[in-house]
């Protein structure tokens, strides 16, 4: 059974701190994915990752950063949280084939106040 | 304007009923086709896949895609409170990596 798994369901933090979101996949897939959820605005993509060590930019990188070091696991990196950044954050895997199905997490709901 | 529009809702229809669910997409470079069901508090999961025009048909579910029309369908038939949940449409152009999501349709199916 394919699993995408997120270390947190909730998570609240202060604004200003330093915030981090880990997934794991355990498909050996080589891409991995940020989105952040919100109502009327459906999944946008923050950041892509299509190897180790290797990320691209999606549609909102503003104010995060991720790590890639080891294949399975992609970490979302929130600099200094701020009260825009409270959202519903999900992670996705997909093999290398751009065609194929991904593979969501269960996300992690972040509140910043 | 945005590459994908979803109405996002909520449709509440009675158990029973044909479901119908909509997209529109102006892009025709999209050669992908997906439907993704998102139950509350959960991550999305797919349900249809479809590769350009046509239909495919799984169980109770339908997916359509026209692409003369820029339109996507997904059609669910005798619908199951078990149903109620976010349908995401998605698609993706060849030759790229990212996937499109439209804002998602939120289903109630009345027992």
């Known amino acids: 059974d394919v699993k995408v798994t997120q270390s947190s369901r909730y998570l609240v933090k202060r604004t200003g701190e330093k915030v981090f979101l880990e997934c794991v996949q355990d498909?050996?897939?080589?891409?991995m994915f940020w989105y952040r959820q919100d109502p009327g605005l459906g999944l946008r993509l923050i950041y892509f990752s299509y190897d180790v060590k290797m990320k691209e930019k999606g549609d909102i990188p503003e104010g995060y950063s991720v790590s890639r070091e080891k294949k399975e696991r992609f970490s979302l990196i929130l600099e200094s949280a701020s009260t825009n950044q409270t959202s519903m954050y999900l992670c996705a895997s997909r093999p290398s084939d751009p065609y194929n199905e991904q593979f969501f997490g269960p996300g992690t709901r972040l509140t910043v106040l | 304007q945005k590459e994908v529009e979803q109405d996002p809702g909520p449709l509440s229809v009675p158990e029973g009923a044909i479901v119908s669910l909509n997209c529109t997409y102006s892009n025709s470079a999209f050669q992908y086709f997906m439907w993704y069901r998102q139950y509350s508090r959960k991550g999305p999961e797919l349900l249809m896949y479809?590769?350009?025009?046509g239909n495919k048909e799984d169980g109770r579910f339908t997916a359509q895609v026209d692409k003369s029309s820029k339109y996507i369908s997904l059609f669910i038939r005798d619908s199951q409170p078990s149903d109620s949940a976010t349908y995401l449409c998605a698609m993706i152009a060849s030759g790229t990596y990212k996937y499109i999501f439209g804002t998602g349709t939120r289903l109630k199916v009345l027992a």
């Open positions: 479809t590769y350009s025009s």
């Open positions: 498909m050996d897939h080589e891409n």
